[in-house]
């Protein structure tokens, strides 16, 4: 099956600058979700598959009322960052306490999800459901959108000053320019690449102050405040975020001291680390096998830059440094130039397939990936674009690359291919601008592989509300908690004489199929291996009996990723 998916995506491969993460997953909790204890716990520990990183809020626990009984802030115990521990009050009551997380996982995402707990004989319920409370302690959208802008315009920044600086390496300085046409090349190009500096200076700490706004679930003009800036710095993304601000602005000081043509060369360690944070930044250096999703990143991000940035020196840069010279030697420069960047930009789409592929297909699982989770709906999306991209490209490389070619024979003007050549290049790089944003956005989904529950949702059953936890919300076997609380009071609701669940995929047309359920303790109910498979949105349908004439039914849609 992943060998069909690898065919299916490779296409979808080549323009990816960051690998696709995967978040942190709660594995295991004391007290775990849904016990039934006799007396009030201590403290609350959490177990996750990775080390998390707890700076920003990381535990809170609930009473009924919805009052905070947690004290004191989270800590990793005897310093194990994949367990998160915090202190509860003394003194607590029977009752039904939540418990939410927020923490950061390894890919620098924050991760969410709570779960609840009863003490004693259980007394009141919630007033407020488990997703309830982890959305009231969500980013808003305003500030989940700047972050995706500020993403794609820092890989942009990249694109532009290891990519322009390649070009100058590589493409212009073996061409046959002359004194003229170098100076206004080296001048035009310096003030592009002052500019992505300046923007990549600005994005790093936008980008800074936007991740402490969302691992915090705060506003971004709160996220100003030093203490949190401080507190994101201290993180693996904020460190190296800082460190890509310092290359930035060091490029920038350097291009701004106008060196020589023939020192750029000392400009391309700082290229070759601007090009290596996105694996630094991500899960490419957290999860096995780091030893090959780190160099295949760095190559995918590399050959990225060098097309991206390429276009935008060919299209901008490359006219304002022919246009000093004499048209019967403007296009035998000109078709030199498409010529060596053509060839260049062909390894570097072989580059991209290879790394692209090398970390993306652990990622998918199936074809209906593509359709049934948002990473692969903006999996989908990138594809379009890149179709249009590479044909706008083999337009290039095989019509205009080879017309220039005659006219530079005859050593006329570019004309007519010139202006079609220009019209091309502005259509490429406003696709490759729409697929950076695109992966801004694809980066910030878990890939369907790790795309794992436990899912939280409520319903109204009758006069009780619902509350119904599934975990972990995968393909195969589950655990399904319900518990029934009257919405009046609160109080917990254990008049249900009956209480029958079934499954359906209606997607896929499977079931229904019937779920058994055992009574767990007043008002909860379980069902210890609920089987559904394939992935898909399920619907669990609850029938609850009370009395030989009176039953409630409730429907929850439920995503099996």
Known sequence: MKRRVAAAVAI??????????????????????????????????????EPVEIAFGAVRVYDAKGGRVDSGPASHPSGRGESVTVDLRHGLGNGTYTATYRVISADSHPVSGGFTFTVGVGGSAPTAGVADLIDAGAAGPVTEVAFGAVRALSYLAIALLAGGLAFALAVWRPASAGPTAT??????????????????VACSALGLVLQGATAGATSFWAALDPTVVGDVLGTRFGTVWGLRLCAFALFGSTLGLRLR??????LLPLAAFLCLTPALAGHASTVDPRALLVPANFVHVSAMSIWVGGVATLLVVVPRATRTLEPPDRTPLLAETVSRFSTIALFSVAAL????????IPELESLADFTNTAFGRALLAKIALLVALLALAAWNRRRARPRLAALAQRRDAPGETGVLLRRSLRAELALMLAVLGVTAALVSYPPPSAARGPFSGQSELGPARMELTLDPARPGANELHMYLFRRSSGAQYD???????????????IGPLQLRA???????????RAQLAPAGTWRLTI???????????????????
């Open 543 to 561: 029938d609850a009996r009370v009395s030989e004439f009176d039953a409630y039914r409730a429907e929850l849609e439920v995503p099996v990723k």
């Open 183 to 200: 100076a206004a090349f080296d001048g035009s190009g310096r003030s592009v690449g002052l500019a992505a500096a300046t923007l990549g």
């Open 353 to 360: 397939v290879a790394s692209g592929i090398a970390q993306a």
């Open 518 to 528: 055992e009574k767990a303790g007043p008002g909860h109910y379980l069902v210890r």
């Open 495 to 509: 008049r249900v004489k009956e209480l029958r669940v079934s499954a359906s995929l209606p997607d896929k047309r």
């Open 261 to 266: 043509s023939t020192h750029d060369i000392a």
């Open 12 to 49: 979808g491969l080549l323009a990816l600058p960051q690998a696709a993460s995967a978040h942190a997953v709660l594995e295991a909790s004391s007290p775990s979700r849904g016990a039934s204890i006799a007396h009030a716990p201590a403290r609350v520990t959490l177990r996750f598959d």
